[in-house]
């Protein structure tokens, strides 16, 4: 006899087949995707061409970032959270994991293309401070890159945790300087903090399980070197928003008005002598930072000046004023000048060849 409590197979609806044009679609769509996509990276880099136009014309628009960062963490800590206890049908969260994603990388592209002009014009090229927004750029660039984002990038843990802290970092850095007037040091320092949080949080709090206990050692080590390398490595780090302007040289500057009334293009005194120089420092408005001329003959350093107050706001720069003792020097050597900040981020440099 039957069991009664059974459903009769006969009663069970047939599942409806999808109309043939669905079929069509979705067989073409699956056939194209890698297609598709590389046709969206494209369209989404030329879109980042036109956020770094705006991001080095208007800064207020870093205001808009908060609520980037805020999207991408909790996005980033609540799909897995929701995955790990099976809360959603496979299908919504496949579906779900796209949609994050979309928003996602075009937040990163915002984000990062929004800041790179700004990193540009704070560079020294040819110096180790070039690297960083070389790191920026890539990082920007990938961010379009859709097949490997949500192939390599989203579904890994760690690349994942590595990536939204490196550009947690290179935004927040941004961000601090600009828009809240905290000194270059100082936001390094908060922003590696942050970076380091939101690395943690990703790499070991964002996916629960038994084996999380075991995931937060690595985790930790893994922040204390992100810590390590940022703050060991902000020579190598542009001073954004800080950049070099006008650089003069001179016998003798005129403090009042803060001028070199016979400027030179090159040094003749071997035997020695007095040089003098008015350099301005671009900053925007609102920011107090410290700076230092550091001065050389060819690469031996001679002299450190004091930490000098710079406070940004001034339309042709902040002019900082110095005169040194240059020791005796031959043709062919350079007298070299270069601002750093006080927590020893490259400004910018300028040189005298020696005639």
Do not use: C
Request: charged content about 15%; glycine content about 8%.
């Amino acid at each position: 006899m039957a069991d009664a409590s059974l459903p009769d197979a006969r009663d069970t609806p047939a599942p409806r087949p999808r109309p043939p044009w669905r079929r069509r679609l979705g067989a073409w769509l699956s056939h194209h995707e890698t297609l598709l996509w590389s046709l969206h990276s494209a369209w989404a880099l030329a879109f980042g061409v036109g956020v770094m136009w705006l991001g080095a014309r208007d800064v207020r628009w870093l205001r808009m970032t908060y609520g980037y960062i805020a999207f991408i963490w909790l996005s980033s800590m609540a799909l897995p959270w929701l995955a790990a206890r099976d809360l959603l049908p496979a299908g919504l969260r496949a579906w779900l994991q796209m949609a994050v994603n979309y928003f996602n990388k075009n937040f990163y592209q915002q984000l990062l293309f929004f800041v790179l002009p700004l990193y540009w014009a704070s560079t020294t090229f040819w110096s180790s401070n070039s690297w960083f927004v070389a790191l920026v750029a890539a990082s920007a660039v990938l961010s379009t890159v859709d097949v490997v984002y949500d192939r390599h990038l989203s579904a890994r843990r760690s690349l994942n945790a590595v990536f939204f802290a490196f550009n947690l970092f290179a935004t927040v850095n941004v961000i601090l300087p600009v828009l809240w007037g905290l000194r270059t040091v100082t936001a390094s320092r908060v922003s590696v903090a942050l970076a380091v949080a939101g690395f943690l949080s990703l790499r070991a709090g964002a996916w629960p399980g038994p084996s999380r206990r075991r995931r937060w050692p690595v985790a930790v080590a893994g922040g204390v070197v992100l810590f390590a390398l940022t703050e060991y490595g902000r020579p190598y780090i542009p001073p954004v928003p800080l950049a070099l302007g006008q650089t003069t040289f001179g016998p003798t500057v005129l403090p009042e008005s803060l001028r070199v009334p016979s400027p030179i293009d090159a040094w003749t005194a071997q035997g020695g002598g007095r040089l003098a120089v008015v350099t301005a420092i671009s900053a925007p408005a609102g920011l107090h930072d410290r700076v230092r001329l550091v001065w050389s003959l060819d690469d031996v350093v001679f002299q450190r000046s004091r930490s000098i107050d710079v406070i940004g706001g001034r339309a042709a720069g902040y002019r900082v004023w110095s005169v040194v003792a240059v020791p005796a020097s031959r043709p062919g050597q350079r007298v070299r000048l270069a601002l750093e900040t006080e927590g020893g981020q490259l400004i910018g440099r300028a040189a005298l060849p020696v005639r």
